[in-house]
């Protein structure tokens, strides 16, 4: 049955703006993720999945590569990259976060924290929409189409619009939910993780749960 609304997908392009905060150790980190904007926050937790490398232990965000390589700290590593996006459900929520996990990590040390060779400068990136030509009506047209669009368009639909720009449970999830009714595979979608893997990873199991709709319908 053809959907009421078409879904237009878009892929984006990112602007980088070097902002004027920067930190040398862990309770300066503290004090300018209060300052920042959350767009930065954004950028340093969630774009990085344009970028991210297929490796496993990659770093789930800038805060815990930089406790690493530039303060050494193992502890705080750790600590920054358990901080999980996808549960906390915002990027204030991030911020929250970060803020309870540095306070912490700063009341337990017994000495002044350890200064870093390289200061950690806040960026944040502006997103560009980007027309990708498709347009689509039908679940196999949608499928269809996730199959062959850039990564940035699963960022933009799926992260961009969950995490920065409050849209609910992501673009697809949201359309295939309002525009083809299909209640129990929005569901499905929007339970995908982002923020576990690459990009590719996830255009793959939402590929998995949309197959298998199509299948159940006898439309693959």
Known sequence: MPAAEPFVFQGCVQVCELLP????????????IRRVPAESIFCHTSVLLVHRPPQPDAYPNDFALWADIELRDRRLTERLAAIDPFRLGSIEG??????????????????????????????????????????????????????????????????EARYRLGRGRGDFAEWVDTALGRHELAERLSHIDPYAGTLERVRERHLIALNRALEEEGGA
């Open 21 to 32: 905060h920067e930190a040398h150790d862990a309770r300066e980190l503290l004090e300018e």
């Open 94 to 159: 991030v911020r929250a976060e970060l803020v309870s996990t540095l306070e912490h990590h700063l009341q337990q040390l017994s000495a002044a924290p350890s200064r870093a060779g390289e200061p950690f400068r806040f960026l944040q990136y502006h997103l560009v929409p980007v027309p990708t030509g498709h347009e689509v009506r039908t679940l196999r047209e949608f499928r269809d189409a996730l199959t062959g669009v850039d990564a940035s368009t699963l960022f933009f639909h799926i992260i």
